[in-house]
């Protein structure tokens, strides 16, 4: 992770590593039912989107990446990251739908493939965008977030 | 009877004090403050001001209580907020299910049952205090009284983490509800994770198109099946104690899919 | 099946069927993928190639399935096609009533030829309330969701430590991710896998 100050935004200075999920969203079915349109109300399970924890000052007081001594840099709705799978390589460019994850509630989490680890959750795709760099099965991946 | 009413007026200051506090000095209140029904009802801006305004109604109400001499006007204080307190959770509760009541410091969790208890308690205790006087205070209103703010207590889930959380998790570790019923099963999750760690997955994964579709075990190895654009992958997965490194994968020409 | 299953293992053991590549390490360079890989569709909307709904009917091999948006799909699930309910299963699985994710190539006639469909398929985040009788109950945004452990189906994942089928390290009061399957109509999720940051 390329920093030169702690507080630098480091996806300024170039492409972050970290954990990606996925999470459901649009008033669909199951547990998902009550999870609306997301922060930015434009959230939908079948839309290639994504979650990021600094959407807002409100967001970012939830999901505080800073504790996990990631200072992600303020990106609002519509904002185009690209998720790259470090497993294949496979790229998918998305837009901020919603915010989260939570990346204080799981600090420290690290996730590998191969020789290959990256470590804390920094972005949730929808799970149209996150099928098309993984199985939804595999439920979280390492990858790379550079700005779309 | 009015020795017990004698001590209701505390008993209910002391619990208002303690709100108040949280809403005027906890800065995770105020962050979460967001997530209130206060805010979801009045608009994100308003919440803290409210908020801070509901905590200066709370200390106003607990310095009558708590200031002689004591007057029936205490407890109807008291039960004017209190019949406020049910008002707004039940509107809440119908408005903004999702939404917490910012009532007790900081709390993700929507207004439950346990909120509405605690408010009628409040109500039914003021009631009492209406006829609070300077009796005398015998053993038994004591008892009354520590018994009312363990109920209190109890039916804020705002301190569940305090005593509901450790006695939960005491009685976890001694009974083990998770415990290996069946350890002679190796789950196929168990393969899969190792299957995501290992080189042989990273190399091949930009060739998959489907999740796995077929496993199979054999000889110690676990067999995964995959579609890979118009060919198999198939990887062999050891049972016991491999390493990701051990994990192996080709790619297989096979008759074009046909529909079923 | 077993045919078929020999075949491919035999390829793994370098012989027989046509094998295009074996390795351990890594002689599958991505190239070819990334060639044969679909274009990347306009960020921020619906992705074609992707389905989400819940199953209305079954006819044949095609699933008819009523999205979220109230769009209506019709998914087709050929040989190749892989099912996940709590892991791989069979198309006789697919039941009505189930909710799904499905991902392939759309037809010129609207139709979805799907590669891989996913049935009631869940990744929550939440909040351990409590821990039962093999259940754990979460609390996921607010709602209480049941989630059933499933012998010598579940697994937990503690960061990158290997995965465990002994459940028994979580806590009540902690954070965690659970990837499973959601049993329609209610607020309960058989496990496939829980990751636990630690």
């Known amino acids: ?148 | 009877m009015q020795g017990i009413a004698a001590l209701q007026p505390y008993v209910i200051a002391a619990f208002l004090l303690w709100a108040a506090l949280m809403k005027l000095l906890s800065r995770r209140m105020r962050s979460q403050a967001g997530r209130t029904a206060l805010a979801r009802l009045f608009g994100p801006a308003r919440a803290v001001p409210l908020l801070r305004l509901v905590a200066v109604a709370e200390l106003a109400v607990a310095g009558v209580l708590l200031a002689p001499p004591s007057s029936p006007w205490d407890g109807t204080a008291a039960a004017v907020l209190s019949t406020g307190f049910l008002a707004y959770l039940a509107y809440s509760a119908r408005a903004v299910p999702d939404s917490s009541c910012g009532c007790l410091g900081a709390h993700g969790r929507p207004v439950e049952w346990r909120s509405f208890a605690r408010a009628g308690l409040l109500l039914a205790l003021s009631v009492l205090a209406v006829t609070a006087g300077p009796y005398p205070i015998e053993p038994l209103a004591v008892v009354i009284a520590a018994a009312e703010v363990l109920a209190l207590l109890a039916l804020s889930p705002e301190l569940d983490r305090h005593w509901l959380t450790p006695s939960r998790q005491l009685l976890v570790r001694l009974t083990r509800p998770l415990a290996v019923r069946e350890p002679e099963l190796i789950p196929l999750e168990t393969s899969l994770r190792l299957l995501y760690r290992s080189p042989a997955y990273c190399t091949a994964a930009a060739h998959l198109s489907s999740d796995i579709q077929d496993f199979w075990d054999e000889d110690g190895l676990r067999y995964a099946s995959y579609a890979a654009r118009g060919r198999t992958a198939v990887f062999s997965i050891p049972l016991y104690g491999g390493a990701p490194a051990d994990v192996r994968v080709a790619l297989v020409e096979e008759p074009a899919l046909r529909v079923m | 099946m077993t045919t078929r299953r020999q075949m491919l293992k035999s390829a793994l053991l370098g012989s027989g069927a046509t094998v295009v590549a074996a390795t351990a390490m890594g002689s599958l360079g991505p190239e070819a993928a990334f060639a044969a890989a679909p274009d990347q569709p306009e960020p921020g909307v619906l992705d074609p190639d992707f389905a989400e709904g819940r199953i209305r009917s079954i006819k044949d091999n095609t699933l008819m399935v009523l999205g979220s948006n109230m769009v209506f799909h019709q998914i087709r699930v050929v040989d190749g096609t892989s099912l996940w309910k709590l892991g791989p299963v069979g198309f006789d699985q697919a039941r009505p009533g189930d909710g799904l994710y499905a991902r392939g190539v759309r037809m010129p006639d609207g139709m979805l030829a799907a590669e891989s469909v996913w049935l009631n398929i869940v990744n929550i985040k939440g909040h351990v309330r409590n821990i039962t009788n093999e259940k754990i109950h979460l609390d996921h945004n607010g709602k209480d969701v049941l989630c059933h452990v499933v012998p010598g189906r579940s697994v937990a994942v503690h960061s990158d430590a290997p995965p465990s089928a002994d459940l028994s390290l979580l806590r009540v009061g902690q954070h965690v991710q659970i990837m499973g399957a959601w049993r329609p109509d209610t607020n309960e999720v058989d496990i496939a896998t829980v990751f636990s940051p630690h």
């Open chain 1, 1 to 148: 992770m390329v920093r030169s100050t702690p507080t630098d935004p480091i996806d300024l200075l170039g492409p972050v590593q970290g954990e990606v999920s996925w999470f459901c969203c649009g008033n669909a079915w199951g547990p998902c039912s009550s999870t609306g349109k997301g922060a930015c109300g434009t959230c939908n399970s079948g839309s290639l989107q994504h979650a990021w924890p600094n959407t807002s000052d409100a967001c970012w007081n939830i999901t505080r990446p800073d504790r996990c001594g990631d200072a992600l840099s303020r990106r609002t709705c519509g904002f185009r990251h690209r998720t790259t799978s470090l497993c294949g390589g496979g790229s998918i460019v998305t837009t901020i739908a919603d915010c989260g994850p939570q990346t204080d509630l799981f600090c420290g989490e690290r996730s590998c493939c191969g020789a290959t680890c990256a470590s804390n959750r920094l972005i949730d795709l929808t799970p149209a965008a996150y099928s098309r760099i993984a199985s939804l099965s595999t439920g979280l991946r390492p990858c790379e977030i550079s700005t779309g």
